[in-house]
């Protein structure tokens, strides 16, 4: 499909148009792109949110006030663009803080990774180094090879993390289509596209195969473009 409409890269809330006869909204916090389509038949449309900047430290500052357990899982959620189930399957081996690295094992055909973990010494609540170790001095010791654990002991189901999710979320004044741990994946690719990343690198960051999965988080305008192209001549010339 062809489109002709001004695209801008924005943090906030993403919709997928259904077909090019729609109408688009309005919403400057919307980025129109192209999906495919199974069948003639127009899709229904569909959401990706995401949040804010500030929204994740308001998250985080929730979860470690709540639990250290959730502070660590929703920061390496959101760090890593993991998935519930991919947190859940967290091993404490996967977790080596000597070397300050975490071996991401994705899902859905992605890659798998061995990854920094991060201090980001500016920001305590996005110091993933810290929020583990105050974690493992917490974590029950109940025989379990996985890194988070329920309540009752044993490794920690997607359907536990969701609701622990959606608890923080409330109490973090999120919206309810917010309120769902996949946001985070979403939230990470927004923030590094957002900040002009390089996509081979946004790429790797959330584990995609392909480019094609990474490009749906981008959107630019004619004015973006214009301005990218100038500035590049500018420092050729």
Not at 13 to 25: F, Q, S
Not at 32 to 59: G, H
Not at 60 to 88: F, N, P, Q
Not at 219 to 227: F, I, K, P, V
């Amino acid at each position: 499909m062809k489109s002709s409409a001004k695209q801008q890269v924005v943090t906030g809330r993403v919709e997928i148009p259904a077909g090019p006869t729609e109408e688009r909204a309005a919403n400057p916090a919307v980025i129109p792109f192209t999906t495919k389509k199974a069948s003639p038949v127009r899709a229904k449309r569909t959401q990706m949110t995401f949040l804010t900047p500030e929204e994740v430290l308001t998250l985080l500052k929730v979860a470690r006030e709540r639990s250290t357990r959730d502070w660590a899982m929703i920061l390496l959620a959101y760090r890593h663009g993991l998935r519930a189930s991919e947190v859940c399957g967290i091993k404490l081996a996967d977790i080596d803080l000597k070397t300050g690295s975490i071996s991401v094992r994705s899902l859905k055909g992605s890659l798998q990774t061995i990854q920094p973990l991060y201090q980001h010494r500016g920001q305590p609540l996005l110091d993933e180094t810290a929020a583990l170790r105050v974690w493992l001095r917490k974590r029950p010791k109940d025989g379990s090879d996985y890194m988070f654990t329920s309540q009752k002991g044993g490794k920690l189901d997607r359907t536990q993390f969701f609701r622990s999710f959606r608890t923080v979320g409330r109490l973090a004044g999120l919206p309810i289509e917010k309120q769902h741990p996949h946001v985070l994946k979403h939230s990470l690719a927004s923030h590094l596209v957002a900040g002009n990343v390089n996509l081979a690198l946004v790429r790797q960051a959330l584990g995609h195969r392909s480019i094609n999965s990474t490009m749906q988080y981008v959107g630019t305008s004619d004015r973006q473009a214009s301005e990218a192209a100038q500035a590049a001549l500018m420092n050729l010339f």
